[in-house]
């Protein structure tokens, strides 16, 4: 071997041993880097003729593990969105309260019942009546109150998906820019390891976002897959940009590909904190603001059932019920069993009965004989019965009793033979006695039947958002309510319905007994419907289709702030109904009494009766108690807080051994690393020591030419 070739080979080797040496190096100073993957320098042997010329560096690379990167990505998604969850849940578990605290929501209805027990010892005393009064006042308080405070958790959902969508844009710009850093540097065989390094640290940060697949491409970098295979940076043409739009039926978060085309991403992801929080706003916490609405919703109408059985002493001088939003035949037909009306004077004795057979469509003036009466007349011959003593007038969908000449009015509605339709008696159908009074629609039991006019003003048109069991919107359908001739109630279902121009190809709307409408999805598909945009209107109350039959999830949620006590009874506690009307009091004699504890009694065990509570959140229809469905609401709070907990101390254990088997791999090692320096120094030693040895050879053959 020549000189020449001996000073080559060793200057390779010095040059070898100083890449390790600089690889070593950096390795050492980022060995508590989070993130790093340690550098390892390939080298080879060169030739020249055959013959071994030294050595040469082949690349400088990272020590990444693609299958143990792929599971500490999936991990850390995992964690983020289980951490996301356990946040809100916790969150929510703290406003509720602890159910079994004095101070938790769940209790407030257990002290409306037992202010209302305490009441019905002592009926007469304001304190107690003030006291009831106050705690039903507090409980309806206390629900808006969590109903805004669910609104927050909803708003801190969407604000933090929102700083996380800007957040993954700006790692995809980033990551996409690193690879045209990363692909230069392999051309020229240059270190790229700085800027792979760089982006390895960047999608360890975007997994926690969202998940994701990477991808080795063959000119270096990477390529960012959505698990479905969506091209989020890397494809060549630039990175994807997401977008958060939250102006729907629901939030939707969209992406937009190099090529200018949008799609939906929500149902794409899997895991990650975008996913957690977009589950939990689009989902969960409606949801749970539903069961809440219907809870107190049922409260209301419970107390208001009984409220309307009973009469305040002395009753009062008219009896004005709710907006109906339906024009008084359509209301009264339908109805069965018998109600009364009396005109009672200040002392409680009956002035004019009027006994009313729905089943037998008669009407009976202080016992006297029956007339007929069909519901297109009952305002005219109740008005015919009542004479001078009183009237009855309908206005706008609400109807009202009033007595005459300082005389009050009350109904009795009680016994087997209660009149009755849409589960309701004939007083809380109109709600001319509710204790609790509310903003809008307490309850959705509207009574229509499929003959019945529809009430709609034709060519109203609500558009409905079809969202697929994956949460992502299908399509959007706009249905217009029918014009021709006298539409009913089944005109507007078919229209409803149509596979054409409405949902039938999703599901169909029905009605039940009770006249409340209901979408049931094609069995299998999982699809629910959310409301765009209603633009429909009642002919008597301009209620819209939506508000009027509960269709839109956000609407029925927001039904729990508009609950409060009836304001004149809130300002004198005496108009109470707490007596019961005696029909069966002799002529000249009191039929009420100051002193009748019935209706306190009644009202302190409306917790008690069974009542049908709609589908809300996760829980299907069931008929069970108040005090039942509210320990089921509380128990549904505590059970998704503790497993919201459970799974993320779990995803943050699995996330934790994830990145520990990694770190094995592909972290810094100092023992490794000091044993690679003692190997590289040696080396460089050595390759020091030959072009020494060729320098003193050289030097001895100059030396014997002279």
Known sequence: MSLNAITSSAISGLRTAQAGLS???????????????????????????????????TQIRLAADRFLQASSLTASADAGSATAAASIWDQAQAMFGDPSSDTSFFSSLDQVFSAFSTLSTAPTSSAARAGALNQVSDFFSQAASLSDQLQGLTNQADSRISGDVQTVNQLLQQIDGLNIQISRGLVLSNDATGPQNQQTQLINQLSSLMDVKVVNLPQGGVSLLTTDGMVLTGGGHGPAQLSYDTSGAQAELSITGSNGQTQLLGSRLTSGEIKGYLDLRNTELPGAANQLSELVSQTA???????????????????????????????????????????????????????????AGTMSVDGGPASAFTPATFQANLNAGLGAF?????????????????NGVAVADGGA?????????FSNFFGLNDLVTSTG???????????????????????????GADGARITNVAVAVPGAGAPTMNDLLNALNSPASGVGLYGSFSLDANGEMSFA?????????GVEQDLTSRTIGSQSMSSFFGLDPAARSQRTASFSVRADIAQNPSLLALAQLNLSAAAGTPALGSGDARGADALSQAGQGVIAFDAAGSTGK???????????????????????DSAKTSAAAIATEADARRSSVEGVNLDQELLQLTTYQQAYNASARMIQAAKDMYDTLLNMTH
């Not at 999805?521 to 419907?529: E, I, M, R």
């Open 23 to 57: 690889a070593v190096s950096d390795n050492i100073a980022n060995v508590d880097t989070k993130g790093y993957v340690r550098k390892v320098v390939d080298q080879a042997s060169t030739s020249n003729g055959g013959q071994t010329s030294g050595v040469t560096v």
């Open 301 to 359: 109408d419970a107390l208001n059932a009984v409220h309307n059985d009973f009469s305040a002493v002395p009753a009062p001088s008219q009896l004005s019920g709710r907006a109906t939003g339906i024009d008084l035949p359509t209301a009264i037909g339908g109805f069965t069993g018998q109600t009364t009306v009396a005109i009672v004077n200040g002392a409680g004795v009956v002035q004019r009965r009027i006994d009313i057979d729905f089943s």
């Open 390 to 406: 009183g009237s009855a007038s309908f206005t706008n969908g609400v109807l009202s009793l009033t007595a005459s000449a300082g």
């Open 417 to 425: 033979a209660a009149s009755q339709k849409a589960g309701q008696n």
């Open 441 to 467: 629609a307490s309850n959705y039991r509207t009574g229509l039947t499929a003959t019945d006019p529809n009430g709609f003003v034709p060519g109203g048109k609500i558009t409905f958002s079809v969202i």
């Open 521 to 529: 999805p094609t069995a299998g598909s999982g699809v629910t419907l």
């Open 622 to 644: 069931v008929t069970q108690t108040l005090t039942d469905y509210a320990a089921g609401v509380a128990g549904a709070i505590a059970r998704k807080a503790a497993a919201a």
